[in-house]
């Protein structure tokens, strides 16, 4: 499904399991000029400010989004979100990271890494410090959302992140106040590698990547510190 996003910019809702930004070649010009591939560091910094810019403007419809998903769908029929492009105000925020030099700009996710964008957004919000966890804190319960088809997928993620988070709160709380895409993402992401492997269960696969790795922490932190409150 595909949503145009203002003037220039275009949003596509695929499968893709990360988000991908791609130039689109330029209109409107006596001589079409194919802009510059985006870098990690530069497609990183689109994708931080699109997602703050989503929850600023649009947090009831967020929250909504948030609270009818669980670690593997969404129901965005549920939340009551009949055009997410609309009701987000993805086009104009999207727009807004269109600079002079990148007069195109689409990008293509899935509904699933607009929620973990959003998840991060509200766990940051909610959270300006980190937050403390005791040591010896319980799992919490994997909520699983009526329509979900894929209710052991929802449970498994859940209890592999929420462990992960158990055993390294504040590595995960590290990397989710990096930028995407930097170096300091790349390191904080590394240093989780030893609570991701404790808690990795015998052929369970995950996209390991920094990228999968924030949007896996960026949706356990939520669940943990803003849908169940963690006990200090």
């Not at 593997?72 to 269109?98: F, H, P, Y």
């Not at 959302?145 to 590290?174: H, K, N, W, Y």
Request: hydrophobic share 45%; charged share 20%.
């Amino acid at each position: 499904m595909k949503i145009v996003l203002g003037l220039f910019a275009a949003l596509v809702i695929a499968t893709p399991a990360q988000a991908q930004l791609k130039p689109e070649i330029q209109t409107g010009s006596m001589i079409p000029v194919k802009p510059q591939p985006l870098d990690e560091k530069r497609a990183g910094d689109v994708r931080k400010h699109f997602a703050q810019c989503v929850y600023r403007s649009a947090t009831p419809k967020v929250l909504t989004m948030l609270d009818h998903s669980d670690p593997a769908w969404i129901d965005l029929k549920a939340a009551g979100i009949k055009d997410v492009n609309t009701e987000l105000g993805m086009s104009r925020c999207l727009g807004m990271q269109v600079g002079v030099d990148q007069l195109a700009l689409s990008l293509k996710f899935s509904p699933v890494v607009l929620r973990d964008l959003m998840a991060e957004e509200v766990y940051l919000a909610r959270n300006p410090a980190a937050p403390s966890l005791a040591a010896d804190a319980a799992a919490i319960v994997p909520f699983v959302i009526p329509s979900d088809t894929q209710p052991a997928t929802a449970a498994a993620l859940t209890e592999f992140t929420d462990c992960a988070v158990r055993v390294d709160p504040a590595g995960a709380d590290a990397l989710l106040r990096t930028m995407p895409g930097s170096d300091r993402e790349h390191d904080a992401a590394a240093a989780l590698a030893p609570a991701l492997g404790q808690c990795l269960r015998t052929g369970q696969k995950v996209n390991l990547k920094p990228g999968g790795i924030r949007a896996l922490i960026a949706y356990a932190m939520w669940s943990r510190f803003v849908r169940t409150p963690a006990v200090k």
